[in-house]
């Protein structure tokens, strides 16, 4: 097992992390901007280092500055936490080239999922569904238009390089396509530096399922069931459900089967989530990310199974703590996350939190950095918290959220509290009953 382990992250996937190293008895090293001196995982570590100004590319994305923290303080791993550096193949190379251990699968499978048109061609290859489309990136129109025929329209271009939903262009038919493509390639030239697109089946009204899965890096995989991601707005997740209130247990088990051993044949190592999108009963592979989710907790909810300790004993040589008949579905949990942003416009909404309380009691899990008194720093992302709760059952469940967001009390800032509120008491929400688009056509009809 690590003697210390260096956070590579801040806020509440930070103290997350920093959670489960003490409770493993493992010393934590924290790193942190300026802009973080104060945060809540650098007060709790047991050493931290301050490793830039508050631009993320000069503190959180420096790979020298992190790695010369490892040397100083003696770290013999980092775990990336999400977003930052957790899927930065090169990072993961240079650690393993130091003997530092890279918490997370190895630079090669990285770089395999982190090019789209890769990752679809190993999910096929692996036997997992994938949207129909385009063997690889296309070249011209005329092969554009070509393919699009053969899977019909409406069709979507999406670029190889892509993430956070930038460089999708939808044509619902042929007339559209030569503006859709050339839109596409532009974007994504803009922002990857790299134009290459592919060409898909559009899918009018699906979910976002996702299946978390584990490797042990030696041919061993599980599933730990599946999340429903589908509230989303502009890409982003909203709010997250385990179990999926669309799928039932012979779906479950199948989808997971053919995930779990996709990861053992892969050789993959560590966490993982392979997302789909989910229409009338099919599933279509569309990424894997390779690393813990923000969502990660209503897995845990329901499988009672701690992520994060399993990663840190799967990069260590441990091996996996449970088998795939170990992990058992228990009850429903619903994850909402809390952003300091105007609940209808989303506009960020940094400032000082003058005074914070969380809710309690059965079933309810807070993760959060902030506290009262804390200023949020304008440089970051805008997540201040993550409320989970589980219930026996969906029903249950919704009843104790309800009351959970009564009593959550966040002053100062304005935050999304508000928006699952109202999302609470919604009918479509009640009965689970909702699409990734649902989420946008209902803030559309609020206005
Ligand atoms: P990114 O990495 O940019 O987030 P994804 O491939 O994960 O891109 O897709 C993001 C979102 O775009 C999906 O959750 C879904 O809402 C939408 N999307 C992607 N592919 C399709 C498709 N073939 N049909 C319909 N919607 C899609």
Not at 328 to 338: D, S, W
Not at 418 to 431: E, H, K, M, Q, S
């Amino acid at each position: 097992m690590f003697q210390k382990i260096l956070i590579a992250n801040r806020g509440e996937i930070a103290l997350r992390v920093l959670r489960a190293c003490k409770e493993l008895g493992i010393q934590t090293v924290v790193v942190h901007s300026t802009a973080d001196s104060d945060a809540m995982h650098v007060r709790l570590a047991d050493e931290s280092v301050c490793i830039g100004p508050p631009p993320s590319r000069e503190s959180y994305l420096n790979i020298h500055q992190i790695v010369a923290a490892c040397e100083i303080t003696g770290a013999d791993a980092v775990h990336p936490g999400y977003g930052f550096l957790s899927e930065n193949a090169k990072f993961a190379d240079i650690l393993a080239a130091h003997n530092i251990t890279f918490i997370g699968p190895s630079g090669d499978h990285i770089r395999v999922m982190g090019d789209k048109i890769e990752a679809k061609r190993t999910a096929k290859r692996l036997g997992i569904p994938v949207v129909p489309g385009s063997d690889g990136a296309i070249s011209d129109e005329k092969e554009a238009k070509r393919v699009a025929a053969e899977i019909g329209y409406p069709v979507i271009i999406k670029a190889s390089a892509g993430g956070g939903g930038r460089g999708m262009k939808v044509a619902r038919t042929e007339a559209d396509l030569e503006v859709a493509l050339q839109t596409a390639k532009s974007e994504a030239g803009a922002a990857f530096g790299d134009d290459a697109v592919y060409i898909e089946k559009y899918l009018e009204k699906p979910r976002h399922i996702e299946l978390q899965v584990f490797g042990d890096g030696a041919g061993r995989g599980v599933h730990f069931g599946e999340r429903d991601c589908s509230l989303q707005r502009r890409h982003q997740k909203v709010w997250e459900e385990a179990n999926s209130p669309a799928l039932n247990a012979e779906e479950r088990a199948r989808i997971g089967g053919i995930c779990a051993k996709a990861i053992a044949d892969l050789g993959y190592s560590g966490a993982g989530t392979i997302e789909f999108l989910y229409e009338n009963g099919e599933f279509y592979f569309i990424e894997m990310n390779t690393r813990l989710q923000v969502e990660h907790p209503v897995t845990e909810a329901i499988t009672g199974i701690d992520l994060v300790h399993e990663q840190i004993r799967v990069a260590s040589g441990g091996g996996l703590s449970v088998r795939q008949e170990d992990i058992k579905f228990n009850g429903h949990a619903i994850e909402c996350r809390i952003n300091a942003e105007d609940p209808r416009t989303f506009t960020p909404s940094p400032g000082t939190i003058t005074h914070f309380h969380t809710p309690g009691g059965l079933g309810i899990r807070v993760d959060s950095g902030v506290y009262s008194g804390y200023r949020i720093p304008p440089y970051y992302d805008s997540l201040i918290g993550k409320l989970i709760v589980h219930g026996r059952n969906r029903v249950e469940c919704m009843m104790r959220l309800r009351r959970a967001l009564d009593e959550f009390v966040v002053d100062g800032i304005k935050t999304t509290l508000p928006l699952f509120r109202d999302l609470v008491g919604n009918p479509d929400i009640a009965n689970g009953d909702y699409d990734i688009h649902w989420l946008e056509e209902y803030l559309a009809k609020e206005d």
